[in-house]
């Protein structure tokens, strides 16, 4: 059974022919201004998906970099902060020896414990530094200090020597940045474990020599303390210089991750020039084609003039 074409079937195929060579077209059009493979998720679901997925991980890895660099500035500080330490108990140390010298008199003494003193304060000042307004050796603590003031001696109570300063801060409560989906690294200091706390503390150790000194007994006494509150520091600095090598290899691999990513990225949604324009002129011969195999096919006729 044969089928009868008439004029109006003919008009309409060629006019749903020419409207879907017309629509792809635009599409061309549209990828070669934008550069975009998926405008919308219905071009391509899986590579929409794709697509999602790499975005989320970049942004993830994004978040990775700011913390790696928060943490640098942490362990930075801390660094530092110990450094000067380092250096105030080197200075410590050399008076403590000084001060063992036979021929030393009392005012020679007294002149060391007056500079000990000083050198105390600057070591409790640099245990209590801060970095963006929290405690470098505090742990987790909100507290204002990671050491309390010293509480001088009340001369008035017998028997009272004073209060060293004591830790404030929460014993093993870390400051941790998570630098990795599966990684993540201390960026504070344990301030108990590098300067003790109490009658067990550096500051203590150092007082102590002061009161060797004024009373004129021997100050080396307290060199075996001192020395052992001197490596702990160190220790202390020596701990945060290996998480300081840690931060840097991964930001070193935060960065390929993110170029690969990126480089990822652009290949599911980005679309090449050189490609796109090629696929264009295609179209638009496709598209002048169909315009002029339509044009001779269906001719007017004088019924079309008389409408």
Known sequence: MLNRVTNLTMST???R???????????????ATTLDKISRPSDDPAATAQALDTRARLAANAQ??????????????????????????????DLTVQAGNGALNQAGKDAIAVELEG???????????????????????????????????????????????????????????RISADRTVQVDADGAAIFGSGSGSVFDAVT???????????????????????KNIVSGRAEIGTRQVQLE????????????????????EKADLGSV????????????VALAATARVLQPTLMDFLR
């Open 13 to 15: 195929t060629a006019q």
């Open 17 to 31: 022919t020419l409207q879907a060579q017309q629509s792809k077209l635009a599409q061309l059009q549209e990828k």
């Open 64 to 93: 990775y970099g700011r913390n790696i660099d928060d943490g640098a500035g942490w362990l930075n500080a801390a660094d530092s902060a110990l450094s000067q330490a380092t250096n105030v108990m080197n200075r410590i140390l």
């Open 119 to 177: 050198l105390n304060k600057d070591l409790l000042s640099t245990a209590n530094s801060k970095h963006l307004g929290r405690n470098i050796f505090a742990g987790s603590s909100d507290a204002a200090t990671a050491f309390s003031p010293a509480i001088p001696a009340d001369p008035t109570v017998p028997g009272d020597t004073g209060t060293p300063p004591v830790f404030n801060g929460v014993a093993g409560g870390s400051v941790e940045r």
């Open 208 to 230: 102590k020599t002061i009161e060797s000194l004024r009373k004129g007994e021997d100050a080396t006494v307290n060199l075996t303390n001192l020395q052992a509150s001197f």
């Open 249 to 268: 290899r991964a930001g070193n691999v935060n960065t390929e991750l993110e170029a690969t990513l990126d480089a990822q990225k652009m290949g599911i």
């Open 277 to 288: 324009i090629m696929d264009l002129k295609l179209q638009e011969t496709n598209y002048q």
